[in-house]
């Protein structure tokens, strides 16, 4: 099983939605983490258009990337820029990479605008970890 954990700025929408729709749609091949560099709380809108797709992350929390220390991940991949600049290193094998998405909170907050970066997640993400999968054999 392939660990991968997202990381944001506040693990408040991106990370969150990513780790939901990756734990949906690769259950049992990928295990979704999600964490912030400064993390706030998970915004309600990210919970509102993941649960349009019957996917439930109202349980979730925002998490530090402090708190996931001593774990291991095959993938940290980061949604934000900020992240990228302030991305911790990471030991072992872990490969990094940065695939970044607009914060749908700092534009007009809209459903659409979550609902656009929630299925551009899905479509960049989820077909990236599946040929990672693939590479991985």
Request: charged fraction near 25%; hydrophobic fraction near 40%; include cysteine.
């Amino acid at each position: 099983m392939l660990k991968v954990l997202f990381l944001c700025t506040e693990n408040a929408c991106r990370s969150q939605m990513a780790e939901g729709l990756v734990n949906h749609d690769l259950a049992g091949q990928v295990k979704a983490y999600s964490a912030g560099i400064r993390p706030s709380r998970v915004n309600p809108m990210a919970i509102q258009v993941m649960a349009e797709l019957g996917i439930d992350i109202s349980h979730h929390r925002s998490k530090s990337v402090d708190d996931l220390a001593g774990e291991q991940f095959d993938l940290v991949i980061t949604v934000c820029d900020q992240a990228q600049e302030q991305c911790p290193l990471f030991t072992g094998e872990t490969e990094v990479m940065h695939v970044g998405f607009p914060d749908p909170a700092r534009s007009s907050g809209s459903e659409r605008i979550f609902r656009k970066v929630r299925d551009a997640l899905r479509e960049q993400l989820v077909p990236l970890l599946r040929e990672k999968l693939r590479e991985r054999g």
